[in-house]
């Protein structure tokens, strides 16, 4: 059984939608550079929305980490030395937290660089440097999208230090979110067929690799003892909903292609409430809910 020696940090709704919208933003930045160097043609006017879906997300990440802050307007205490004789910037590099603030920050400009760069460029391919430029920033996106799982892991809180998946949890659930989100955009253009269909069975893999993480987030915290924390009250229910989630776009990567074209189709057209992207996107909210919650209600 492990033993754990601190008092819940009490995040709540902020750190939430933190967490749930810093996998996105990384997720998209990241998916929209790999649809910019390996994708057709007909890709580009995905890989441009994902660059201008990315910046505003990493806005409203930064908002929410400032508000949760209970004094916002001294957010910048945490990116410089306020001691007396000691100014300029603060970073250290063993602090978490340090290190997140400045890679979100560091983060963001590339976001907005990249924004301005696709309001320009509707059509035409990237230059060389634009490219390499995009490169650095999924760099600093998957980290942004990693980060957060990792933050929880180096606590000493149940749950979430009794396990050495949550980094590539909340990784894997932003690429497959962000996949599903980009693929609902190319939904409303024909000539975005082909790379929706390679979104959503990026997206089946993607899935994969997170019910494989899930499975193992549940025998690491068996084995440390802390399982019936996390599957508490209404948390199985909940973590129940994640997992039928991921059966969706699992179950469309292994039908054949013209079941899962019109597998894939049908659901979109479900509607808002129920479209296959929806889905997607609400089990991962549900799982962040499920891990940063349960951790703190023991």
Not at 17 to 23: E, I, N, R, S
Not at 217 to 234: I, K, Q
Not at 266 to 278: D, I, W
């Amino acid at each position: 059984m492990a033993e754990h020696f601190v008092q819940a940090p009490q995040w709540h709704w902020y750190i939430l939608f933190y967490f749930f919208l810093a996998g996105l933003a990384g997720g998209s930045y990241t998916l929209a550079t790999m649809l910019r160097l390996f994708g057709a043609d007909r890709d580009q006017a995905i890989a441009r929305m994902g660059f201008l879906i990315a910046f505003p997300l990493a806005v409203i990440c930064g908002i929410l980490l400032t508000v949760d802050l209970g004094q916002p307007f001294r957010f910048w205490h945490m990116l410089v030395n306020t001691t007396p004789g000691e100014g300029g910037p603060s970073f250290k590099y063993w602090s978490p937290i340090s290190l997140g603030s400045w890679v979100l920050l560091l983060y963001s400009i590339f976001t907005f660089v990249s924004f301005l760069e696709a309001l320009r460029n509707r059509t035409s391919r990237a230059s060389a440097g634009v490219r390499v430029f995009n490169v650095i920033g999924s760099i600093l996106a998957l980290f942004i999208a990693s980060y957060t799982g990792v933050v929880l892991s180096v606590s000493n809180q149940p749950v979430w230090s009794d396990t050495w998946t949550l980094g590539a949890l909340f990784l894997a659930s932003a690429l497959s979110g962000s996949a599903a989100l980009l693929s609902w955009f190319a939904e409303s253009r024909s000539e975005t067929n082909g790379t929706k269909r390679r979104l959503l069975k990026a997206d089946g893999y993607f899935a994969l690799l997170e019910l494989a993480l899930i499975v193992m987030f549940f025998l690491t915290l068996a084995g440390a003892g802390t399982l019936s924390v996390a599957l508490a009250g209404p948390w199985s229910i909940i973590w129940i909903l994640v997992l039928g989630s991921l059966m969706l776009p699992i179950a469309a990567l292994f039908r054949n292609r013209k079941a899962y074209d019109r597998a894939t189709d049908a659901t979109m057209r479900l509607g808002p409430a129920g479209s296959f992207a929806l889905i997607v996107i609400a089990g991962i909210f549900l799982m962040r809910l499920a891990i940063i919650f349960s951790a703190q209600s023991s």
